[in-house]
């Protein structure tokens, strides 16, 4: 029973889910193979939800690519472990969107014309139509469409039930191996205490690669990367909304997207701690007392870079997006009692760009998700860095 092992397995299995899953949603923009439809906007509401992108695919491939990284030799050690919980339950939230969005687009059916009107004819038929297909020829273009939305969409529902089932149990497996160690070498050197004397203390020197601040600090360095990464993209597509430039040129931007949260607070003051916490990991250069003292003020910019980017995000959620209103450019949701966020039938309200309340949504609460993920990793490293000032990196293996 390997924990590390198990986390190589799972983050192999995770590789080709996240394949099928960007696949589905991309076809899924093609209704009959014909760009046509995608062009004049004649696309299944779900299938803009981006479950299979996004949350199928984006949010578990991060994960799958950590977790594989943990399972290398010489890596995997409990720290590593215990961020792989935080990076599996990110994926059991992107597998669980996705197996939303997917039921909904096999209980609504897809958008086709019926009766010479686009339409989503079997929406609140409580899905009778899927055993029913006389139905079906309801639809008279695209051609075969029921057929193409409910193969695509159920794939993404099978599939997005095998991503959080990998995902859950590679949370239960991380925490085993934050116990009890990762087990990747096959002679592991045992928990060897020794007392040495030292000017104003007796330290306790650990002979383990599984508790080390050094690979740790290798370990979250490594992980804020791809966070760091996330939050700029996301932050820059925010710049086009529906994918035009007009938008931009025009001045007709949310203004929260303009606060740049996650290019300056979750990708700037993000990266440069993930830049020197990395090296804190190398021995030689700054992996020792010192340089595990600055990575805890590295962190702290990082932390507060993070909860920018959350307060942005929160806000951005919070007031909705700049859109047109009529004939008005105005932000609708702003100081509404109810929440625009759990009621849909609001969204039509914004006319133009299209489908911007989805387009916001999307995007700041990806935000929300990763700047929380680095506010919790940059905390971690501020007490590694402080136990590898008062201990050591242990990057050797002698006494620390």
Not at 60 to 79: D, E, K, M
Not at 89 to 107: P, Q
Request: some cysteine; glycine content about 12%; charged content about 10%.
């Amino acid at each position: 029973m390997c924990s590390g092992g198990c986390s190589r397995c799972i983050g192999v299995t995770l590789y080709p889910l996240v394949l099928i899953s960007i696949i589905c949603n991309i076809v899924l923009f093609f209704p009959g193979w014909d760009v046509k439809y995608a062009k004049h906007g004649e696309i299944t509401q779900e299938v803009r939800y981006m479950g299979g992108l996004v949350g199928g695919g984006l949010m578990v491939l991060i994960p799958a690519i950590y977790l594989n990284l943990t399972s290398q030799q010489g890596s995997g050690n409990r720290c590593e472990m215990f961020l792989s919980i935080l990076f599996a339950a990110m994926g059991v939230a992107g597998g669980l969107y996705s197996f939303i969005v997917a039921v909904l687009g096999l209980d609504n059916g897809p958008l086709c014309k019926y009766g010479g009107i686009w339409t989503t004819p079997f929406k609140n038929s409580n899905s009778t139509y899927l055993a029913d297909y006389s139905w079906w020829e309801n639809c008279t273009e695209p051609k075969n469409v029921v057929q193409f939305n409910i193969g695509l969409f159920f794939t993404l529902l099978v599939t997005s039930c095998l991503q959080v089932l990998l995902c859950a149990i590679q949370m239960i497996n991380g925490l085993f191996g934050c116990l009890f160690g990762a087990c990747n070498k096959a002679k592991q050197e045992g928990f060897q205490l020794k007392v040495t004397q030292q000017s104003c203390f007796t330290a306790v020197s650990f002979h383990s690669d599984n508790m080390c601040t050094g690979k740790c600090s290798r370990c979250i360095a490594v992980a804020l990367y791809p966070l760091a990464l996330i939050s700029i993209i996301c932050n820059i597509v925010l710049f086009f909304p529906g994918g035009d430039v007009k938008y931009a040129k025009d001045g007709h931007i949310t203004e929260e997207v303009k606060y740049m949260g996650g290019l300056v607070g979750g990708g700037l003051m993000v990266l440069l701690p993930a830049l020197y916490i990395h090296l804190t990991a190398k021995q030689g250069c700054c992996g020792n007392r010192c340089g595990m003292f600055l990575s805890i003020a590295f962190a702290a910019v990082g932390v507060v870079g993070a909860l920018y980017s959350l307060i942005v995000a929160v806000l951005g959620l919070q007031n909705g997006p700049l859109c047109k209103v009529l004939l008005i450019w105005l932000t609708p949701f702003k100081d509404r009692d109810q929440s625009y966020l759990t009621d849909s039938t609001w969204w039509g309200t914004c006319t133009e760009p299209k489908d911007i309340v989805q387009f916001n949504i999307g995007l700041f609460a990806t935000l929300l998700a990763t700047s929380c993920l680095q506010v919790v990793v940059c905390a971690i490293q501020m007490i590694n860095g402080l136990f590898g000032c008062l201990c050591g990196t242990c990057m050797e293996k002698g006494p620390l």
